[in-house]
């Protein structure tokens, strides 16, 4: 017995002490190496960030060079000819920022968040008002919102021709195979509900009646403005650094209305540069959101919204001309 309690004490000696062991088993973290792969972190998404900013300026100047090509001095013709048609389209393009702004008072995906998205800004003021106004007040058909055969061919071989480039950029910076295919068409079926919006309201709409009141420059910058910022409660909250975002928006409007100032058809724009491009932004720079594209009720009354609403108006305006007038 005495053999063994002093072979047990012997033993215990020996044995190092308990936070001896626990040291011994974590291993020991570089701080220095920590903090030099944040850096390098940090450093590559700086450079990513560079290299986006540099190659969408680079493609916004291509679309202004394309523009004055076609049109030569008269991209850049100013004037002074507003009518009550080029404040009705201002003040129409202006209420989605402010749809958008309550937006941020709501949480997303919310009924109020939802309602707002989907009824009050898209359907409302993307769907409702402008046709309305142009089929109804203007007298006018859907040519006056840039839907047209006028230049069709130019305008699709450009579309395809940018949507080229937008989705090479993303097939060389996102492994596209780790996202879901439902997902990814979910979103696409998501994102183009706005794409329409965005068409009828802020290039057929409010571009067209600037251009007719102070002239195409003029034109692509107010409606790229007014495009930037009625994404304040909708995207920017999804953004890291939302001023820079809203910065980058802005350039966007400009790419856009200057690429769609080549021909004044919605063609030039959707559906393959508009998809090309918003899927390279929600992929590359947010990740595509699960709550873009993965529930697809609200977008599926979108869609009901963006067709239902132009052709019930449509037809309405039809059946009122041919209506014989009341003796």
Request: charged share 15%.
């Given at each position: 017995m005495q053999k063994r309690l002093a072979s047990s004490l012997a033993w215990r000696a020996r044995r190092p002490p308990a936070h001896s062991r626990l040291t011994r088993r974590r291993p020991a973290v570089d701080t220095q190496e920590v903090?030099?792969?944040?850096?390098?972190?940090?450093?590559r998404?700086?450079?990513?960030?560079?290299?986006?900013?540099?190659?969408?300026l680079a493609t916004t100047l291509i679309a202004f060079a394309l523009a004055a090509v076609i049109h030569g001095k008269g991209l850049f013709k100013l004037q002074w000819a507003p009518t009550r048609?080029?404040?009705?389209?201002?003040?129409?393009?202006?209420?989605p920022p402010v749809f958008s702004s309550l937006a941020l008072l709501t949480p997303r995906g919310s009924l109020g968040f939802n309602l707002l998205l989907w009824v009050l800004i898209f359907g409302v003021?993307?769907?409702a008002i402008p046709w309305a106004y142009v089929l109804l007040i203007e007298h006018r058909g859907a040519s006056a919102l840039g839907a047209t055969s006028h230049r069709w061919a130019l305008s699709l071989f450009l579309s395809l021709l940018f949507a080229a480039g937008s989705t090479y950029s993303l097939l060389r910076q996102v492994d596209i195979s780790r996202y879901d295919v439902r997902h990814i068409l979910g979103a696409a079926l998501h994102l183009n509900v706005g794409g329409l919006f965005e068409l009828f309201l802020y290039c057929g709409f409010l571009h067209l009646r600037l251009r007719d009141a102070f002239g195409p420059f003029p034109a692509i910058a107010g409606s790229a403005a007014l495009y930037s910022l009625w994404h304040i409660g909708t995207e920017l909250p999804l953004h890291p650094n939302p001023a820079h975002a809203l910065l980058m928006l802005f350039v966007v409007g400009l790419l856009c209305h200057a690429l769609f100032a080549?021909?004044?058809?919605l063609l030039v724009i959707w559906p393959f540069f508009f998809t090309a491009g918003v899927m390279h932004d929600f992929i590359v720079n947010l990740g595509l959101p699960d709550s873009i594209g993965v529930s697809l009720g609200w977008p599926l009354l979108g869609w009901i919204l963006a067709i239902g609403v132009p052709a019930s108006l449509w037809s309405y305006s039809r059946s009122a001309r041919l209506r014989p007038e009341d003796v």
């Open positions: 903090r030099g792969g944040r850096s390098r972190a940090t450093r998404t700086c450079l990513r960030a560079l290299l986006l900013v540099q190659s969408l048609h080029t404040w009705a389209a201002v003040s129409a393009a202006s209420l003021c993307g769907f080549t021909t004044y058809n």
